[in-house]
């Protein structure tokens, strides 16, 4: 398997632009997760998904933020209006059952 | 959301030394994960466990379950350079079904 997809590795765009962060999890994978690092918070969860359904979205910062997932093999997080403190790395997550979570290389986003 | 305090924050330590660090959680967690972060990559899973006083190994790495279920520990046995990164203890409790992190610790390891 060729583990969790990330797509872009890195977005670089406008404030007030709209971004879409990718992820393909590992297939066979019912749980898939959101994650955001920053030097200054650490690894913070934002939203993950059970069977394709949002099961805990109290880590999204707010309504700018919104995520999908329309099948099993994909999910989308979008940020609109972007602003440049929404500038980290998001990563994507997929897991068996809950338990050990395989991570994406990450998409680095910068807001400028 | 929870918080997994880690320590040490940072190592130093010379190419061949042992190397120890723990995780505490104020909660009980059924399942204790540590992974590590190379630069610009995510990080990768070394080590799960699911028992309270579990001692589990891969290679040169060995980490415990807590007895208590509320800790873990990491060792990493004759360092190299190739260990420097960023390790981060994951605690996942059946309740809410999520993992939470602890703030990393970053080892150098110097040749």
């Known amino acids: 398997d060729a583990g969790v997809i990330q797509s872009p590795r890195h977005e670089v765009t406008e404030m007030g632009q709209e971004v879409t962060l990718r992820c393909k999890p590992i297939?066979?994978?019912?749980?898939l997760f959101w994650y955001r690092q920053t030097m200054m918070r650490g690894l913070e969860l934002l939203i993950y998904?059970?069977?394709?359904?949002?099961?805990?979205d109290s880590g999204m910062p707010e309504d700018r933020f919104s995520a999908k997932m329309p099948n099993a093999s994909f999910s989308t997080l979008k940020i609109q209006p972007s602003e440049p403190r929404d500038s980290a790395v998001y990563f994507c997550?997929?897991?068996?059952?809950?338990?050990?979570?395989?991570f994406g290389q990450g998409t680095r986003l910068t807001v400028v | 959301g929870q918080q997994l305090n880690q320590s040490p924050q940072s190592m130093f330590i010379q190419e061949g030394e042992d190397v120890s660090m723990n995780c505490t959680s104020s909660?009980?967690?059924?399942?204790w994960l540590w992974y590590k972060q190379d630069p610009g990559e995510g990080p990768v899973l070394l080590i799960a466990?699911?028992?309270?006083?579990e001692l589990t190994s891969n290679g040169r790495l060995t980490a415990q379950f807590g007895i208590t279920r509320k800790d873990s520990f990491l060792n990493i046995s004759a360092s190299i350079p190739s260990d420097v990164g960023i390790y981060f203890c994951?605690?996942?409790?059946?309740?809410?079904?999520?993992?939470?992190f602890g703030t990393g610790t970053s080892l150098t390891v110097i040749p």
């Open positions: 297939s066979g994978h019912d749980y």
């Open positions: 466990l699911y028992k309270a006083g």
């Open positions: 998904f059970n069977n394709n359904v949002p099961i805990d």
């Open positions: 997550a997929s897991s068996f059952w809950g338990l050990e979570a395989f």
């Open positions: 994951a605690g996942h409790a059946k309740t809410g079904n999520q993992f939470y």
């Open positions: 909660s009980i967690f059924n399942t």
